[in-house]
């Protein structure tokens, strides 16, 4: 509901329904927040307006002789520099030479219908049921004319959606180097939550106060970063997973961002959201317009676990692609970790084959497909493909692939090109070059211009050709460096890449497209409307996991959250985890394999076969349920997900210290009177893992390091104890004491053999 109200002390805004409300008031012409957080009344403006109470001292008046008129002591939704606000501001212009921030007065507004005013956009935006509410400004400053000032809240069933427009009309150019999408003062004291990293350590989560000093979660590495997510939250101190106040914030945006918190004397909190300012000097020639990218405002009053809730909600149900809204992800096998550049035709059939009889339905050809694509220095920018490991060429393959029973994917890196490939060769002048700097490179590449039109049209028609030619189902889009260039040609590379993707996959609707970037350095709410997953990281070793996509859950849903079943020992970390665990983990999210199948084990054929056959049963679940992180002891992680007939549960462990506790596990938000029936998913074990322990137990002796065990290991199914149990669902939110795990001495069959590294899929069911 959008309504709008005059009163004798401005005009008023409510936005709002059932998930948040937004109360806004025009005072002195600019646009005063009275709340915003829990849905309330728009008569309740009256005694939210602060306004009067404040103002005094040193503060400078906006208006003469009106002491209230302080807009520094004001809380705000939009601010600006130079009349009297000395928070920071969310707009900074160029005229004529002169810093401008506009003083802009508030003109109209005008609530729109869904989609509405968006025809011409540059921006991706979310799709589905919403209200918009358009509020015109014009500026009193005369170095500023006819130009306007557009702020829309557009009001979905779970968020809230800021944007700003500003729109030259003047005869002549104005220059943004600042333009925030979204701006809030919030009253209370907040702990921010950011989720940062890098490469192979995407998305942990950090915890800060929130106080006097400003606080910057910002990119500029060109993409929206493994360093800082362009999403974060504010939540009250004694907000938890499941209680307390929390605010959560993100930006449909690809490239550099900004966010900032900071509080100030009156005990308001300005928060700032939008794109990044870093070398930003933006030119509006007249007569055009200079866009934001969309801002996502969710709140809660049910802990970080609601405000996951609503995010998820958002992604699933108004970001990713109309075609794969709540469609079940299939089962991947991805060649790189197994194969790397290494292949031949013959190799990628027996992996087909073996995904296939495992119960993989799609098939990805990754990296080193193309051009002299031997390694990572040569080939990218080129689309010949490589007749030498692909002699019947991509048709061929994807035909075989076909044959088998599985989709056909395929890996592109289209940004970016190698010197050593045709294309560079031929268009040396089509690289994204910072003027004045040499050309430096990661990863031994260098970016394509997206900013020019024959380079974007070199990708589209290139991609495009493949894509029919080959009749490929599923896409991995790659992008593995950092941007050599920041400022307004960054901004306008973001924009070239959207029209690129909306070219290729606009009419394409039915490939499923994977964004990647050197793992997670692009998992934004921007990459989502086009690519309903992304790879979360190049980090598949499920202990590095748990903070991972522990990380991504508190804003992105499991749906988007690439995840995969790698080798062990892990190629990064050198750990060596159980089978069941890499599986365990990667079912939160669009789950698949990742390593050389050819010479698997029979004893690992078996349980993989069994895994995924216990996925594509749970998968609707796992992809689209209801997720929740809740408490577990000592450093362990326990993820839920509840789907309509159905909770799953994982339960994570990472160093097993001699003598553990006895484990609990806690199931949130079932019916109380409720019985539930709790199992475990069965677990293989591995015979060697017992090494010497062996002859203690056995009749003959066994050497720990001989054939016979090597044998036994690979052949023989030993399961872990399995747990069962039946309760009620009161007693299952308290938490239950779970079978005990080995800790050396004794053993009996229902005890959990876990070691380090060990966890549990407990499935949840009401009882008959
Ligand atoms: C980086 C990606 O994150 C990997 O999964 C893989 O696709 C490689 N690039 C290929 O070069």
């Not at 994204?432 to 031994?444: A, H």
């Not at 596990?665 to 998913?681: I, T």
């Amino acid at each position: 509901m959008i309504l709008e109200r005059k009163t004798e002390s401005g005009t008023i805004f409510y936005i709002g329904n059932e998930a948040i409300g937004c109360l806004l008031q025009t005072v002195y012409g600019k646009l005063q927040l009275l709340h915003l957080g829990i849905p309330l009344f728009p008569e309740d403006a009256k005694a939210l307006d602060a306004s009067r109470l404040l103002g005094w001292g040193n503060d400078v008046l906006y208006e003469d002789g009106d002491p209230a008129s302080c807009l520094d002591t004001i809380p705000l939704a939009w601010s600006e520099n130079r009349i009297g606000d000395y928070r920071e501001s969310s707009i900074e212009l160029l005229s004529g030479g002169q810093a401008v921030s506009g003083d802009f007065v508030f003109y109209s507004s005008e609530i729109l219908k869904e989609e509405e005013g968006e025809e011409d956009s540059c921006m991706p935006h979310a799709r589905g049921t919403h209200e918009t509410l358009k509020l015109v400004f014009r500026p009193l400053s005369s170095l500023l004319r006819d130009i306007s000032l557009e702020l829309r809240f557009s009001l979905f069933e779970t968020v809230l959606v800021r944007q700003t427009l500003l729109e030259n009309r003047s005869e002549q150019s104005v220059f943004v180097t600042k333009l925030m999408s979204s701006c809030f003062d919030l009253h209370g004291d907040f702990r921010m939550s950011t989720f940062d990293g890098g490469w192979i350590r995407e998305m942990h989560r950090h915890d800060v106060p929130v106080t006097f000093s400003r606080i910057v979660n910002e990119s500029t590495n060109g993409s929206s970063s493994n360093r800082h997510n362009p999403g974060f939250l504010l939540s009250a101190a004694d907000a938890g997973e499941d209680s307390g106040e929390v605010y959560g914030f993100n930006l449909i945006w690809s490239g550099n961002h900004y966010g900032s918190a900071q509080r100030t004397a009156t005990g308001y909190t300005r928060v700032l959201q939008g794109i990044g300012q870093e070398d930003l000097c933006y030119e509006i020639v007249p007569g055009a317009r200079f866009e934001t990218p969309d801002a996502v405002i969710a709140w809660s009053g049910d802990g970080y676990n609601g405000l996951s809730g609503k995010m998820h909600r958002f992604v699933n149900s108004c970001i990713v692609p109309e075609n794969w809204r709540y469609r079940e992800r299939p089962v991947l096998y991805n060649s790189w970790e197994g194969c790397m550049f290494s292949f031949t035709e013959t190799k990628l059939l027996s992996l087909a084959k073996k995904a296939k009889k495992i119960g993989c339905e799609l098939f990805v050809l990754d990296d080193g497909w193309f051009g002299a694509r031997n390694d990572d220095h040569a080939g990218l920018g080129d689309y010949s493909v490589n007749r030498r490991k692909l002699p019947g060429g991509l048709e061929g393959l994807s035909r075989k692939v076909h044959a088998e029973g599985l989709q056909f994917g395929l890996w592109f890196e289209p940004e970016a090109v190698n010197p050593d490939s045709d294309c560079y060769r031929a268009h040396p002048d089509w690289v994204l070059s910072s003027p004045g700097n040499r050309d430096l490179y990661g990863r031994n590449e260098l970016l394509l211009d997206l900013t020019k039109k024959e380079v974007r049209d070199y990708i589209v028609e290139s991609v495009s050709a493949i894509l029919d030619r080959a009749a490929v189902e599923y896409v991995k889009w790659d992008m593995n460096r950092c941007s050599p260039v920041s400022g307004n040609k960054a901004y306008d590379y973001v924009l070239g890449l959207y029209e690129v993707l909306g070219r290729i996959f606009g009419p394409r609707p039915a490939i499923l497209l994977e964004g990647c970037a050197s793992g997670g350095n692009r998992f934004d709410l921007g990459m989502l409307c086009f690519a309903p997953q992304i790879w979360a990281s190049d980090d598949t070793d499920p202990i590095e996991r748990l903070d991972i996509q522990n990380g991504l859950s508190y804003l992105y849903p499991l749906s988007t959250v690439g995840a995969h079943i790698s080798a062990a020992p892990h190629s990064m970390t050198l750990r060596s985890t159980p089978m069941s665990t890499r599986a365990n983990v990667s079912f939160f999210g669009a789950f698949g394999i990742e390593f050389d199948l050819d010479g698997m084990q029979a004893v690992d054929e078996a349980e993989l076969k069994e895994t995924i056959t216990f996925f594509k049963k749970h998968r609707s679940t796992f992809q689209f349920g209801r997720f929740r992180r809740n408490p577990a002891e000592n450093g362990a992680v326990c993820w839920q997900v509840t789907g309509e007939e159905e909770t799953l549960c994982g339960l994570f462990h990472r160093l097993l210290p001699a003598g553990p506790e006895i484990e609990w596990l806690r199931v949130k938000g079932l019916e109380k009177e409720m019985r539930y029936r709790v199992e475990s998913r069965p677990q293989l074990l591995r015979v060697k893992q017992f090494g010497g322990l062996l002859k203690h137990i056995l009749p003959v002796r066994i050497d720990p390091e001989g054939a016979v065990l090597r044998i036994a290991d690979h052949h023989y199914k030993m399961m872990d104890g399995q747990y069962s149990a039946v309760c009620s669902g009161a007693v299952l939110a308290s938490g239950i004491p779970i079978h005990k795990r080995f800790s050396g001495t004794g053993y009996d069959p229902s005890m959990r053999v876990q070691g380090d590294f060990g966890s549990n899929l407990f499935t949840i069911t009401k009882e008959q």
